[in-house]
């Protein structure tokens, strides 16, 4: 299938590592141009090297979202450099366990600024290109949103909101043909999940705990499975698909505990 991707500038926020590197390095694949706007700037710039050596363009912007003005500027040095932006892949953000107990008023605000603030921001710069070139938003939720997990109150406020405002974006949108979809991941292996089992005393255990409630296949999805929906949704070939929640989860969210 031809995604009609070639040539379409995609920014991915968070795209120097974990899901948003596969989102980057499948829309390359696609002959598209991923333009990396992730504050880890030494990832960003092995992913861009390593890009670039098989002959791909790739832009690297090395921000953090976190000031609104920081947001204007990814997009605006997007416009510098190639003039368009087809694509806005809203992906970075951080389990920060920001809970009601271990938590305060204040780190709940910082954890909403982590996770939620630049999704509005970005596309809020976004906006006026992705009108001239009706363009396409997707954004990373986490199936937390619906489950809950305990203990992190600003991460899951996040993800719900997110989850919200893809519905709510796709119906301001509509005039402008700008389509607005939502993936959905729940266990995936990335740097960021690597970060947090080794929060728990004996990792190993945990993994084969979490892997063993997985309904298919009983195995963690992979960054490429979900970078795949994405792709696919800020394709033409999902031209007539907007306002939509898909869950990338090997059955986790909807299937019955009872078959696991
Ligand atoms: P990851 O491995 O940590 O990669 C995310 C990248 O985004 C990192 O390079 C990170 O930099 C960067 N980043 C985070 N906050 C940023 C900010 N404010 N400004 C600029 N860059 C920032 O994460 P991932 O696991 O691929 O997660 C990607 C998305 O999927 C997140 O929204 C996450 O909530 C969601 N998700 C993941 C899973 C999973 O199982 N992995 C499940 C459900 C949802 P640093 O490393 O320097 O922080």
Redesign the pocket.
Known sequence: MDLHLKDKVILI?????????AIARGATREGGIPVI????SS??NRLQAELRSLGKTCGLIC????AAE?CSTAVQRTLEEFGRLDVLIN?????DGIGLEHGSPEKFVASLQ??LL?YYNLAHYALPSLKKSQGSIVN?????AVTGQGGTSG?VAA?GAILGLTREWAAELLPFGIRVNAV??????????E?WLSTFPNPEEKLKQIVAKIPLGKR??L?DE?ASMVLFLCSAQAAHITGQHVYVDGGYVHLDRALT
Not at 184 to 193: R, S
């Open positions: 926020s968070g795209g120097a590592k974990g899901i948003g590197a706007v992730d504050m880890d990832a960003g921000v953090d979202l976190l920081s992906n970075a953000g951080v389990n982590n996770n630049h990373i939720a986490s199936k937390t991460y993800k959905v991941p729940a266990e995936v292996m990335t740097p960021l999940y970060q963690m999805t960054a979900v």
